[in-house]
């Protein structure tokens, strides 16, 4: 610390000593329900009246909801009570009496609502009134009482204040806490006379330390909770704090409106958070680590640097936070910056203390010094509690998952992946991602541009870049609504292109997953029956879907979204395609295992192949389930692999030109209709034969009979095709030889 830091709190302290007000001395009583804080209220005002001062002014809950809702009894939102209690505090002290506040206090945003942000006429001295009453006492005493609560109720409220990092302390802003447990009788007349003492020793312990601009436990906690919110919200992450005025303030309006929501409002403060996003991107947590380009190391790294402690206000009356001192807080934050930047920092058979201490150290360039011990109550005091670390895992996993899960060069790496399925496949939902990915590496500092993609894929979507389909899936817009409503399992209501005539109709579904097959994406969806656990399973491409609209009111369970999800995996790995037919009973037969109801809704395929045909279809069936493959074993001699270990084997037939038998057990829609089945048959022309079902033996003679009558057999084609003939043979004729010359 500087010698001008240590003068400026010097005369700090100087000015805050030499005021010569005294506080109001007020009271909060902390509790749960039926711990017996109405009867400590009525013994603390009998005790705190004075002839010459006026007569404590009592704030109840209990009183408060009587008067709002009608009775006391009714649980109403603590908004609406504690706004009528914050006006009664004020107007209690600005008429100079003293208050006593009751309630069960038992979250701490609602306390610090009071000590800390309740804006106050005069000085406020705050002593905090913890009754730690047992649990079975308050369920006792809650059956004598008028107007009982819930015992789940009180047990929550003992199981909030009891967690040891939250619990009622003096770092909350109060002068003193006094812990009470009404069954051991302590006169509360002797607490009362021992305060000034217990006031007057913390004040000379926080005298020790070196406020700065965090120091108070409102202001600490609330940069807390931002980062955390910065380093795991989707919508809200580290690298999305802009430069511009505009985009900061935004930012702060979508951060405040978070923190309200999760932690409280107390900690919503708009014009706070924007000066907190400023000051993290000034200290290097919102961006990316500078590397210099020409020795390729990162630069030293320099201790985070709070603000001071602002010199127009006066130190608190009350207690000061965990990282209240200066080199406190410096040690803590740059160790949770580090942490941010590089959450599987680690050392093999090192402890992750002794570990981190040194990397400071060795970051710092040996200015700053971390000591394993420092690092542990670092670690212990921001980590844990504040949600950076899971307690009951290890830092062996990661501390900060969230905005840092990779190292940069990953990072990159995974966009330009990314950004090559979304250009090649066409994915319209995987271009708005790699897109927000991208700007926001880029905002880190993270050049994307200059790094050419390790890989990329050959095959491509034949709809990519297809603008003409705007009011279908293919839209980016329809394709994030889409994915949304994948992830929160909704309803939707989708316009398809009608099978049997002309025109759209209208499906209500239960979209389950995206699938990219062969040349073009696909919905897999489950139509939504009424009355009936499971709906019938569909695939249509994307390109011949429209999104209507999603029924927000609408949403399964996750069990039947995964029930339906693996139904859709049986159906694929058992068709080897995309088509499920249009039954639902027979989708049901398909997937149970061996019976007679499955064996229903099954055929048999049946081929004979050649030696050509078999080396590539023995592969090719592996997309089929290994029960439902049976393949010819190998002839003797012929070079032909033997069958699969796994795959049941059938004798081979030695006097055919097609030896080989192969058998798959495929649907009855799939060797119906099935297109995809078709173009693999076929591809393999005469090396294969169909022996069943003949109907499918029929349509592929059709086939290969349409196919020959595309080449019609000329007495000019058949003149070219003898010279080539001789000249594969090996002829010297003088024909073959002037063809071989090239001459007319």
Not at 406 to 422: C, K
Not at 708 to 722: F, G, H, N, T, W
Request: proline share 7%; glycine share 8%; hydrophobic share 40%.
């Amino acid at each position: 610390m500087t010698s001008a830091n240590s003068s400026t709190t010097a005369e700090q302290r100087r000015s805050s000593s030499a005021a010569p007000e005294r506080p109001l001395r007020c009271h909060l009583l902390i509790g749960p329900p039926a711990s017996g804080k109405s009867s400590l209220a009525r013994h603390l005002a009998t005790l705190l009246s004075k002839p010459e001062e006026p007569p404590p002014s009592y704030i109840s809950s209990r009183g408060i909801r009587a008067e709002i809702f009608g009775d006391r009894g009714v649980f109403g939102p603590w908004d609406d009570i504690a706004s009528v209690m914050h006006q009664r505090i004020q107007e209690a002290v600005c008429s100079g009496a003293p208050v006593i506040v009751e309630a069960t206090f038992s979250r701490r945003a609602w306390r610090l609502a009071i000590t800390q942000k309740l804006e106050l006429p005069v000085p406020v001295e705050w002593i905090g009134w913890w009754l730690c009453t047992p649990r079975e006492l308050c369920q006792q005493w809650n059956r004598r009482r008028d107007h009982r609560v819930p015992e789940q109720v009180i047990d929550n409220h003992i199981s909030l204040l009891s967690e040891a990092a939250f619990s009622p302390s003096r770092s909350e802003g109060f002068a003193a806490v006094v812990c009470v447990e009404p069954h051991h009788h302590q006169p509360l007349q002797a607490v009362l006379g021992t305060l000034e003492r217990r006031i007057s020793a913390a004040r000379n312990r926080d005298a020790r330390l070196i406020p700065h601009g965090y120091s108070r436990l409102l202001e600490c906690e609330r940069l807390l909770h931002l980062i955390q919110l910065l380093s795991r919200q989707p919508e809200l992450t580290a690298t999305n704090v802009q430069t511009s005025p505009e985009e900061s303030a935004g930012l702060a309006e979508r951060a405040a409106a978070l923190l309200a929501r999760t932690h409280g409002p107390c900690y919503a403060d708009v014009g706070a958070i924007a000066a907190d996003l400023n000051w993290l991107r000034q200290q290097g947590f919102t961006t990316a680590w500078r590397v210099n380009s020409e020795q390729g190391k990162p630069a030293p790294m320099r201790a985070v640097e709070p603000p001071p402690w602002p010199a127009t206000q006066p130190l608190s009356a009350g207690g000061w936070s965990a990282l209240g001192d200066r080199e406190t807080f410096c040690r803590a934050l740059t160790l949770l910056r580090h942490i941010l930047h590089h959450p599987f920092d680690q050392q093999e058979g090192v402890a992750v203390d002794h570990h981190l201490a040194a990397r400071l150290k060795t970051l710092s360039g040996g200015r700053h010094c971390w000591t394993p011990r420092q690092l542990h109550q670092s670690i212990t005091a921001i980590l844990t509690p504040y949600g950076f670390r899971d307690a009951a895992g290890s830092g062996r996993h990661g501390y900060a998952l969230g905005a840092s899960l990779l190292p940069v060069p990953l990072q990159v790496e995974i966009h330009g992946l990314l950004q090559a399925h979304a250009d090649r496949l066409g994915d319209p939902s995987g271009q708005a991602i790699a897109r927000e990915l991208g700007k926001r590496l880029q905002r880190s500092g993270i050049s994307i541009e200059s790094v050419p993609p390790v890989r990329t894929f050959f095959n491509r979507s034949l709809l990519a870049g297809d603008q003409s389909r705007g009011g279908t899936l293919l839209n980016t817009e329809q394709a994030e609504q889409l994915r949304s409503a994948i992830q929160q399992h909704q309803r939707v209501v989708l316009t398809a292109i009608a099978t049997s005539h002309a025109g759209l109709e209208e499906i209500r579904v239960w979209p389950l997953q995206l699938i990219f097959h062969t040349s073009a994406w696909f919905l897999l969806f489950e139509h939504d029956h009424i009355g009936q656990a499971e709906g019938l399973l569909a695939c249509r491409r994307i390109d011949q879907l429209g999104l209507r609209r999603i029924e927000t009111g609408s949403v399964r369970s996750q069990p039947s979204h995964a029930a339906a999800l693996l139904r859709g995996e049986t159906l694929q790995h058992c068709c080897g395609s995309l088509e499920f037919g249009d039954g639902l009973q027979p989708q049901q037969s398909v997937c149970l295992g061996p019976s007679k109801q499955r064996a229903k809704a099954m055929g048999t395929l049946r081929l004979s192949c050649d030696a050509t045909a078999f080396a590539l279809l023995r592969e090719e069936v592996r997309r089929f389930p290994a029960a439902a493959v049976r393949l010819s074993r190998p002839l003797p001699g012929d070079g032909v692999i033997s069958a699969l270990v796994e795959l049941e084997a059938l004798l081979p037939c030695s006097r055919s030109s097609h030896p080989y038998p192969v058998e798959i057990d495929l649907p009855l829609w799939t060797l119906e209709r099935d297109q995809d089945l078709r173009r693999w048959l076929y591809a393999l022309g005469g090396g294969v034969r169909i022996e069943a079902p003949l109907e499918l033996q029929q349509e592929h003679r059709r086939w290969l009979q349409s196919a020959l009558a595309a080449y019609p057999r000329s007495r000019e084609i058949k003149k070219q095709r003898v010279p080539v003939r001789r000249r594969a043979a090996g002829a010297t004729g003088r024909r073959g030889t002037a063809l071989a010359a090239g001459e007319p």
